[in-house]
């Protein structure tokens, strides 16, 4: 549950960041991605995510931005809503303040957003009180795990079962290392969170 669900007191660390976002008598969900965009994954998530009608928050490599540009524009194309993730997937806990800030900076000239969300959900307080200046940073309530050779797709679509609740801002990634478990577990979890009467929410651009 530590990797699922973020503990209370981590979450008290940033308080600056978005974890969950709910709205008074609404069911609602946030389902983001994360690594991408790769054109081996990111199309096909788009093309499930238009068979169900749903839209969502893609939190971008700056490098897979730079080296797929046509499927970042696909993205965009799409309706869906997007921020950065570093330029280059770097963990913060391992880098001084104006490394870290660099590396987000290389990749906004990129991407171009005013969210972000630091990879692996790590990064130093004072790293989180610098970005938050000029961006809002975006946790999450829930990881699927979908990466992890430890995990099947059932088990994905279980801790999605499980976790969400009212707000929850859900991590999926639209990368190579989650493909196998994606593929199964994305349509199952969008057509159960639709049967339990979850409104799908993103993050607006202006």
Request: no cysteine.
């Amino acid at each position: 549950m530590l990797i699922e669900q973020p503990p209370k007191l981590y979450r008290l660390l940033f308080p600056e960041a978005v974890w969950r976002l709910r709205e008074k008598g609404r069911r609602t969900v946030y389902l983001t991605f994360d690594d991408g965009p790769i054109p081996e994954v990111t199309p096909w998530v788009l093309d499930v995510l238009d068979r169900y009608g749903v839209k969502a928050t893609f939190f971008m490599v700056g490098d897979n931005v730079r080296k797929h540009p046509s499927t970042f524009e696909m993205v965009k194309q799409r309706g869906h809503s997007w921020g950065n993730h570093t330029m280059h997937h770097v963990q913060g806990m391992k880098m001084s303040h104006d490394d870290y800030a660099a590396d987000i900076a290389e990749a906004q000239s990129l991407i171009g957003s005013r969210y972000f969300r630091p990879p692996h959900g790590l990064m130093k307080r004072g790293q989180g009180a610098r970005t938050r200046r000029d961006y809002t940073v975006v946790m999450y309530d829930l990881v699927t795990r979908d990466y992890s050779k430890k995990m099947t797709p059932e088990k994905v679509l279980a801790n999605v079962k499980r976790y969400t609740r009212d707000g929850s801002i859900v991590v999926f990634h639209d990368s190579l290392k989650a493909e196998r478990n994606l593929r199964e577990a994305l349509p199952a979890a969008i057509e159960w969170l639709q049967s339990q009467g979850y409104e799908f929410r993103v993050f607006p651009m202006d």
